[in-house]
């Protein structure tokens, strides 16, 4: 047999300082996690439609199998974390290596050969990948369980469940990779589940143009990301590896030049620009809201928008080189990250949409991520995107759970007074709510306070610590929270509070869903109410030792070959204070509208308000002005579509195809009707002016010959072919005899 | 000498078990349309099974070298011999194009384009099988240029006969173009028999020789004719123009052979013919294939855009995908020609089917407008979601063949070989990664188009408009297995491609040839 299918057979890694292959049978078969998925997609494809619950129950059971097995390795992990020792095998003997307690599980096969090179596939494990492994899943089935109620009757049952069992074997199979060529597998995978996923409703236009939308933007940033690998394949790693870490072991060990790794980390930055919604890419994520509610929560919240945070976390050592992140107190990660989460969250609060209101929301969030990234705030941002992920997720199952009984997903027009009709939804979305505000004790609380600590830039009481002084991004981040518990407010209020403003033909009151809905819905609610105890600030009084920064611990690579080393902030109780004051000035200021004004007016004159009459916008010029920027969404969207995408489409394409026709075409044109002139003239003068007159003169040939040969002479094909021949070879001749003599 | 008497009657048999079906065929009434079918089908099958065995039987620990070698006296007089033989660069082109055609075949069993003659249409497309399989195991120039010209007939009747209604003009343009490019090609045959010490048409001497003893003017212009003459075929920018018109006037068949295997033709003919044996040239000309190589992946690119036929379109799309192929080769690496092979073969699969698609959506709605077209998703969901299937290969999509011929091709850029300015490349990696987001844009645009949407009210109640037909299953099955299965395993071509790639650009070390030596040293130190 040949040894084509030798592919197969594993291939050993070389093994590097903090890198094991034999560990715990779950970290190394954490293979299976994604796997499960995947051949439940292929499953459902084939005979989902033939099954008794139309495939649902097969894409359950293999992320609920997955769940356990990413469960499993979970534990492992905390095993493996505290008590594994790496050991070296010598001549001498089989002897521990000493200072090494950070150990990653590594496990590869050969996957493709180039210029002598062998490229493996395979799984990275440690902390952040299992991490994300449980998260995913997670997420993943909770939303599988939602939807087999929430889009119960749409037609395409069937094939939604097998995207989604997809989608979830493509966002594991990219959290675990070992090597960035197959990253970049994953990270595209996930962005065409999200491609079919968003135009699900595809017959309608706007919905097949937000999917376009979505994966053209996408591609965009995948520019950088393909520019970014390769200089990383090139310039890291001793040259010509995809290794994670290897490139990651060789930048901590310096050497690689700063000016490749420059270049890498602002490539990659324009990919996770467009997958992690980041300004001035971010303008997909909000259309994306086209796909139905669960797709929303489990990619365009969850998980896959968070794919450019984790390839941040992930590439750690390109991008803290690369941006130069210690030391400093501003730079473009950071930056970018602190404007996209004040710019989202502005956006969050001229939307009547709610699925936008929590779009712009997440990207705001993402924002927060990003920047604790870019200043050096690694666990903070890992932390966040695990609580985000719970409590986003809950917001958008109950933003479905809400407009599956309304109908319709619009604040103002078709809700209003809700808490009343579904008190479960309310009680689930109102957690969501303070947990994304960042109120103490929610999940948010923990994550965000880590990252305004992480920035070093508290001067109050002596500083934070953290890799630079952050001041800028600090203030932002403040600034943020203030805006999101306002937009939270409001969102609250509309859907809420108030009296209902929908129901228009309809002949039922709305209704609270059933527990397919909302099981789901307490699951996460309590998540993000406890999940921010994973990783209580160190120092943390009220509590013994051993119970603060469990998840820091366990999740980051701290003492590894492949982490930078970077500085750890100390939390500040005053910090912590002013930053709940400062959120909660804008939970009040925006509960005073609403709750207070807007409700007062509302109740006096006897209407269900969203706003009040004469507000703001319409007696300041300048807060209207600003209004009408936000909402026409910073022009952005106008700059692209009509500017961009319309002159490459039209002009730009018209005028290539213009050159193609009319110039190019033109010269080849010219050229066959030059030569047939040519071979017309050829054969009036030569053929019919001096040979014929021979012949006229010395005699008549037969007619028959005549009208054979005139048949031969202006077939037109033989014509152009002889003549271009000729030509064509009396002129290369006359090249070669030039130079060659 | 190794003659056909010893072990290694496969490749002979490979190439003329087409002919002796076409001979066969002459013999069948024309009136007997099945059993042209049939013999034209079973023909390919036995191909088919020849290929098999030899993707069976090859050495493949051993693919560095060419095996099945035969090599006797053909034409004593000017030195030309029958000299076949197969490595590792030719095998994934011989079986590609052995896998097409029974499946255009098995495709025209109820597709025979009008004006019909079963007979005709099937004798011509064996021919050319013959033809095709004859130049991808050529070791002889003679021989090359003599199977290289025979596809040349056959495809031109096809398009001039069965074609569309500006079929004249296509089929002209297509001929002319093609034999302009061949004439400059054989004179840089000739001019590489006559300048060269051994007086030789064979390959094998040629490549070893490697343009010693030409001087350098010389070979860059002996290697200009074969640039023409090859670009011509793959077609590069700008001599591109007789493939939209050609693609858009051939039969469906026609268009998938052309853009399956005959345009491979062209690239081949760079990576066995021109690069090996004279390499020198080859890098004095790297810097301008490349920069053809990445304005046809633009300029393709924009042309798809631009176009209001579904069929045109994806002609023009074949103009920016051999640009990735021909970057990949530009760079003078191992890499960058593993590449481009991967990219031929999977640029064959992917675009072989969307003009298979194509001719459905024409039999169907007998218009290939894309304005006209829409919501074939409801009409005819299963052919709808192998549109979107195949236009995710075609834009690169990971996971699915197309992404193993751009993402290595874009890499190599990143690195040319020694001799090749670095900095011009990096610039034409940029230009490429962005060419894959402008083919994004025009499949996936074609896609809403033509795909999503509701049914226009034309088509809305056309009882002609059904899905896909078991022929069309049993056609298109390979194929789409073809691009799932590269697509998650691409050592199955890498592997194959990859020590004779390496062999052949370590043989211009030998030579001299500077440039690729520390390419290739280089990566065969990493």
Known sequence: MPTVFATLA????????????????????AWLVPLLPALSFVCILFFGKRLRYKGAELGIAAVALSLILAACAGVAWLDHRDNFVLHNTTDAGVEAVAGESYVAVQNSTQWLQSGGIEFSAGILVDGLSVMMLVMVSLVSLLVHVYSTDYVSDDKRYTHFFAFLSLFTAAMLFFVLSDNILQMIVGWELVGVCSFVLIGHWWEQKPNSDAALKAFLTNRVGDVGLLIGVITLFFAAGGGKTFDTIKINEAIVQGGVSHSALVVASLCLMAAVMSKSGQFILHTWLPDAMAGPTPVSALIHAATMVVAGVFMIARLYPVFFEGMQIGGSSINVMATIGAVTLVFGGLLAFVQNDIKKVLAYSTVSQLGYMVMALGVGAWTAAVFHLFTHAFFKANLFLGSGSVAHAVHSFDMKKDMGGLRKFMPKTYVTFIIGSLALAGLFPLAGFWSKDEILAGTGGWGLFGGTGGNGTYTFHLLMGMFGAALTAAYMTRCVYLTFHGTYRGGHGQHHEPHESGPRILVPLYILSGLAIVAGLANLPPGFQLVNNSWTERFGHFIEPVGSSYFPKIAHATPSWSLAVVASVVALFGAVAAFYYYFVKVDRLAKTTQQSLTELPEGLTESNALAGAGHKTLVNKYYLDHIYERGIVAATKGPLARAAYWVNQHMIDNAVNTTGETAVKMGRSMYDLVDQGVIDAFVDGSGRVSDATGEELRQINSGKVQNYAAILFAMAAVLAGAFIIIFAF | MNTIAENNWLLTALVFTPLAGALLMVLIPEKDERSHKQAALITSLLTL?????????????????????????????????????????????????????????????????EPGNAKAFLILSLILETGMIGTFVAQDLVLFFVFFEVVLLPMFFMIAVWGGANRRYASLKFFLFTLFGSALMLLSFLALYFLTDEGTFNMLVLTENAGAGIARGTQLLIFAGMFIGFGVKVPMFPFHTWLPDAHTEAPTQGSVILAAVLLKLGTYGFIRIAIPMLPEAAEAWAPWIGLLAVIGIIYGALGCLAQTDMKRLIAFSSVAHMGFVMLGIATLTDFGINAAIFGMVAHGLITGMLFFIAGSVKERYHTLEIKRLGGMLVQAPR?????????MASLGLPGLAGFWGEFPAILAAYNPAAGVPEGTFRGYMVVAAIGTVLAAGYLLWLLQRTAMGEPSIEFADDPNITDVSPTEWIAWTPLLVGIVLFGVAPGLIFEVTDPAVVQSLDNCIMTGCEGVQTATSAAGGG
């Open chain 1, 10 to 29: 594993p291939s050993s890694v070389p093994t590097s300082s903090t890198v094991t292959q034999s560990a715990n049978w779950f970290l190394e078969n």
């Open chain 2, 49 to 113: 099974g020849l290929a098999v065995f030899l993707l069976w039987d090859f050495d493949y620990s051993n693919a560095a070298s060419l095996q099945y070698f035969v090599d006797t006296q053909w034409i004593e007089v000017i030195g030309a011999g029958y000299t076949i033989g197969v490595d590792g660069m030719s095998l994934p082109l011989i079986a590609l194009t052995a896998l097409i055609m029974p499946l255009v075949f098995v495709y025209s069993w109820h597709h025979i384009p």
């Open chain 2, 383 to 391: 052919m709808g979601w192998i549109l979107g299937f195949v236009s």
